[in-house]
């Protein structure tokens, strides 16, 4: 059924209403290669800034101070710029918001899930075991203690924070098998994509409110284990945990909004119409 579009026709659509009647989405485009090459450089980037210090101070080659903040400071970099260079359009690319805000949460799923599992989850383990009672002498703890140095729940088996990473480490189990999904079975599946999305929704949920009461927690309590000064307060407590709070917040609306076209598409194709 065709809708009358004419000015001043009280039958038409606004404007806005009929480019995003008419708009395709393609969520199983490849990435322009200008945005696979960043994603892989940050990837190495990253790994490196992660290990070489950790080696580092393992080998005792440095002190694991200053060597915690400059890690803190530079391990920013390769998380801040796939989250930016995922809205980035190569040139004569044209994708949709939706297809860039469907890249962007692609990118964001394993550099989420990877810290959960791999941080968060030995956090937790070790915790469990008796050894994150780390000092900036345990060099073996490096990994978990220059954080906890700022934050020092992490070295005090807090309850409160096992309980908020247990939810984490749910939420970041949940979120890398939907990523293998969407990058796979998922990929030119579009009932099972919405299964996807939604669990990933879920998951988005339960971070996002993780991150929230990690800081109201802690600001109801006065910042009293907060330490470090400025850089503990700054750059690790909130700088390092601001893209755990921005991109559940930009992915969840999205998310809706590609299952409800992916509904809208499927309820077209039962019946012969054409998906727009």
């Given at each position: 059924?065709?809708v009358?579009?004419?000015?001043?026709?009280?039958?038409g659509?606004?404007?806005?209403?009929?480019?995003?009647s008419?708009?395709?989405h393609?969520?199983?485009?490849?990435?322009?290669?200008?945005?696979?090459?960043?994603?892989?450089?940050?990837?190495?980037?990253?790994?490196?800034?992660?290990?070489?210090?950790?080696?580092?101070?393992?080998?005792?080659?440095?002190?694991?101070?200053?060597?915690?903040t400059i890690?803190a400071?530079?391990?920013?970099?390769?998380?801040?710029?796939?989250?930016?260079?995922?809205?980035?359009?190569?040139?004569?690319?044209?994708?949709?918001?939706?297809?860039?805000?469907?890249e962007?949460?692609?990118?964001?799923?394993?550099?989420?899930?990877?810290s959960?599992?791999?941080?968060?989850l030995t956090?937790?383990?070790?915790?469990?075991?008796?050894?994150?009672?780390?000092?900036?002498?345990?060099?073996?703890?490096?990994?978990?203690w220059?954080?906890?140095?700022?934050?020092?729940?992490?070295?005090?088996?807090?309850?409160?924070?096992?309980?908020?990473?247990?939810?984490?480490?749910?939420?970041?189990?949940?979120?890398?098998?939907?990523?293998?999904?969407?990058?796979?079975?998922?990929?030119?599946d579009?009932?099972?994509?919405?299964?996807?999305?939604?669990?990933?929704?879920?998951?988005?949920?339960?971070?996002?409110?993780v991150i929230?009461i990690?800081y109201?927690?802690?600001?109801?309590?006065?910042?009293?284990?907060i330490?470090?000064?400025?850089?503990?307060?700054?750059?690790?407590?909130?700088?390092?945990?601001?893209p755990?709070l921005?991109?559940?917040?930009?992915?969840?609306p999205?998310?809706?909004?590609?299952?409800?076209?992916l509904?809208?598409?499927?309820?077209?194709?039962?019946?012969?119409?054409?998906?727009?």
């Amino acid at each position: 059924m065709s809708v009358s579009t004419v000015p001043g026709d009280e039958r038409g659509l606004s404007e806005n209403q009929v480019m995003t009647s008419t708009e395709r989405h393609d969520f199983s485009r490849p990435w322009a290669p200008f945005r696979k090459k960043t994603y892989i450089g940050v990837s190495v980037l990253a790994a490196l800034i992660c290990f070489v210090p950790f080696i580092g101070v393992i080998a005792q080659w440095w002190a694991p101070e200053p060597s915690g903040t400059i890690a803190a400071g530079l391990v920013c970099i390769p998380i801040i710029i796939p989250m930016v260079v995922a809205w980035i359009d190569a040139p004569g690319e044209n994708r949709t918001t939706l297809e860039r805000a469907y890249e962007f949460m692609i990118v964001w799923f394993p550099i989420t899930a990877l810290s959960q599992v791999l941080w968060e989850l030995t956090w937790l383990v070790g915790d469990l075991l008796g050894y994150m009672n780390l000092t900036a002498d345990d060099h073996w703890g490096w990994f978990w203690w220059f954080y906890g140095a700022a934050d020092t729940r992490y070295l005090i088996s807090d309850g409160g924070l096992f309980g908020m990473e247990s939810m984490a480490v749910f939420g970041g189990t949940i979120l890398i098998y939907q990523w293998f999904l969407l990058l796979g079975k998922a990929r030119h599946d579009d009932a099972m994509r919405i299964r996807c999305l939604w669990r990933s929704f879920f998951s988005f949920a339960v971070m996002l409110t993780v991150i929230c009461i990690y800081y109201i927690a802690e600001l109801r309590d006065g910042l009293v284990h907060i330490e470090q000064g400025f850089w503990g307060l700054w750059l690790k407590f909130i700088f390092m945990n601001i893209p755990w709070l921005v991109a559940p917040i930009v992915c969840m609306p999205f998310i809706i909004k590609q299952v409800a076209y992916l509904y809208r598409a499927g309820a077209s194709a039962a019946t012969g119409g054409d998906h727009k």
